[in-house]
């Protein structure tokens, strides 16, 4: 990629001399880079070109995150002691004062200031680190819930609806359009043979028994931010933070944060959902936002990991159906790989149910009791 990194820099309105550019991090979706500044004491930046085929409105897609960032800084300038810089994303303004940039190319790009001394994770090692993933969930999702000024843009409509997931699914396999359907029916079959059961969220939602939320939509582990001491720094990776259901959140941060191979784990016999990560990142996640769910919404939780991880595995293999249009891939089967590694992991989510029902069903009702006895 022959970008002239420099030169889309210094579009932006920011402080420091550019000393060089460099991709970063494992993002599935844009051209991430991580500018570094000659001058010690001032910021370094992640400079993003967009992928304006899947966002294809970028105007509103900014729009939303400008509205989040705002408004979570205003409650985090009410909390004493807290590091903005590092605990919300900035975004760094244009010189003609929007938040991106269109260069000669017509790619879009825009910068944030790199949150400093950062750790960040594809695997979860300990129930320490899941328990404040669980809690940089909660929090978020807690600053949100007063967020003023009406919906945010639904900015990929139908994100996680698993109904409109399998509508393009089954177009898909008609299609075939790279000839791969044929070496894909096992794969095909274990998708379909769990459709129906996965469409509870979407029912309940339209009876009105769980409420739309601000989520996140995108809960992976390497979106949430741990500082230098492995504590609940940072959420990032604002692009879909849209309306949706609380299940989204925390399906798709056990999906990865119980994982114990990685997403596109090639040896299935390494993947496994740990449960005590499970509980641990349930124990973050419940303390903060238990008292704001209401009773169908924790009675669905343990229910989440499985749709989202199923979810995305539907996604994985109609991309790879599709000759792999969406996601960014490093080799041929790579779609297919990772959605082998999920469905293995569905069926692991499968046969510890029980024990996750259990679990949340003990973590809410001691929430409960704590707050009668207060
Ligand atoms: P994608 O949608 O492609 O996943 P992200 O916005 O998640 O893009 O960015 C990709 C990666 O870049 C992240 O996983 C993280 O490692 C890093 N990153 C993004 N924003 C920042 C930031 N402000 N500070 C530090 N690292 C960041
Ligand atoms: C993408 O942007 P990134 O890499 O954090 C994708 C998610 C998937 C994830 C699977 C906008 O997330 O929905 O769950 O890959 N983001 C988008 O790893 O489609
Ligand atoms: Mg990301």
Request: charged share 30%.
């Amino acid at each position: 990629m022959g970008f002239n990194l420099k030169e889309i820099y210094d579009y932006f309105v920011k402080d420091g001399t550019f000393l060089n550019g460099e991709p970063y991090g494992s993002g599935h979706i844009h051209d991430t880079f991580r500018i570094v500044t000659v001058e010690k004491d001032k910021d370094d930046y992640i400079l993003q070109r967009l992928n304006n085929k899947i966002f294809k409105n970028i105007p509103e897609l900014q729009h939303n995150i400008e509205r989040v960032t705002v408004h979570l800084r205003n409650k985090l300038k009410a909390v004493p002691g807290s590091d903005i810089k590092r605990e919300c994303l900035s975004l760094i303004p244009s010189r003609d004062g929007k938040s991106w940039i269109i260069d000669k190319e017509g790619n879009y790009w825009r910068m944030y200031i790199f949150i400093s001394n950062h750790r960040s994770y594809n695997i979860v090692d300990s129930p320490d680190k899941a328990f404040e993933g669980g809690k940089a969930i909660g929090r978020f999702q807690a600053m949100l819930s007063d967020m003023p000024g009406g919906p945010l843009f639904e900015i990929i409509p139908w994100f996680h609806d698993i109904e409109k997931r399998l509508q393009t699914f089954h177009l898909k396999i008609k299609e075939n359009p790279v000839g791969r359907v044929g070496t894909v029916s096992d794969e095909i079959n274990q998708v379909l043979q769990r459709a129906e059961e996965m469409k509870i969220i979407l029912k309940l939602g339209e009876e009105g028994k769980i409420p739309l939320r601000i989520t996140h939509n995108d809960t992976k582990f390497n979106n949430i931010l741990l500082d230098e001491n492995d504590k609940a720094l940072c959420v990032i990776d604002l692009d879909t933070v849209m309306p949706g259901y609380i299940h989204y959140d925390f399906g798709d941060a056990i999906r990865t944060v119980t994982n114990t191979a990685s997403e596109d784990e090639k040896d299935l016999s390494k993947i496994k959902m740990d449960i005590h990560l499970f509980k641990a990142y349930s124990e973050g996640f419940l303390s903060e936002t238990g008292g704001t769910l209401n009773d169908v919404e924790k009675e669905y939780l343990a229910f989440a990991p499985g749709l989202i991880t199923y979810t995305i595995a539907v996604r994985f293999l109609t991309d790879f159906i599709d000759g792999d249009n969406y996601f960014k891939t490093h080799h041929e089967l790579h779609n297919l790989q990772r959605a082998r590694a999920q469905l293995r992991l569905v069926m692991s989510m499968e046969e510890q149910y029980g024990e996750m029902k259990k679990i949340i069903g003990k973590l809410t009702k001691k929430r409960q009791k704590t707050k009668v006895k207060r």
